[in-house]
């Protein structure tokens, strides 16, 4: 059973940043991709970025520049890197896995990933 632990959600004033942490257990084999994605009060699901199997990387365009993902393979766990975060960035944030090393393909889609971490509340003030 694959077991997603996330750490390092907060409040934050704008322009800070924040580094979000998605370790992974359970699963057998070193490839596979993690999606990050975010639901604020009374919006849908959005997916914010992801890191396939082959190390390749997608960022929505409303954060490109300002986030960034990736992957210790060693600790297995990939993070999520938020910089000059601001107020609208404020949400819900999920890791979720995909055993498919090709999901990050339907980005920014979750429909692929089956395993989804519990959330971590960012909290960005003005």
């Known amino acids: 059973q694959v077991q997603l632990v996330e750490s390092g959600g907060g409040s934050v004033e704008a322009g800070e940043s924040l580094r979000l942490s998605c370790a992974v257990s359970?699963?057998?084999?070193?490839?596979?991709?993690i999606g990050w994605f975010r639901q604020a009060p009374g919006k849908e699901r959005e997916g914010v970025a992801a890191i396939g199997g082959d190390d390749s990387t997608f960022v929505v365009a409303s954060v490109k520049g300002r986030f960034s993902v990736s992957r210790d393979n060693a600790k297995n766990t990939v993070y999520l890197e938020m910089n000059n975060l601001k107020p609208e960035d404020t949400a819900m944030y999920f890791c979720?896995?995909?055993?498919?090393?090709?999901?990050?393909?339907?980005?920014?889609?979750?429909?692929?990933?089956?395993?989804w971490g519990t959330g971590l509340q960012v909290t960005v003030s003005s």
């Open positions: 979720a896995f995909s055993g498919d090393i090709n999901s990050i393909l339907n980005m920014p889609s979750g429909s692929l990933f089956r395993y």
């Open positions: 359970g699963y057998p084999y070193s490839r596979y991709c």
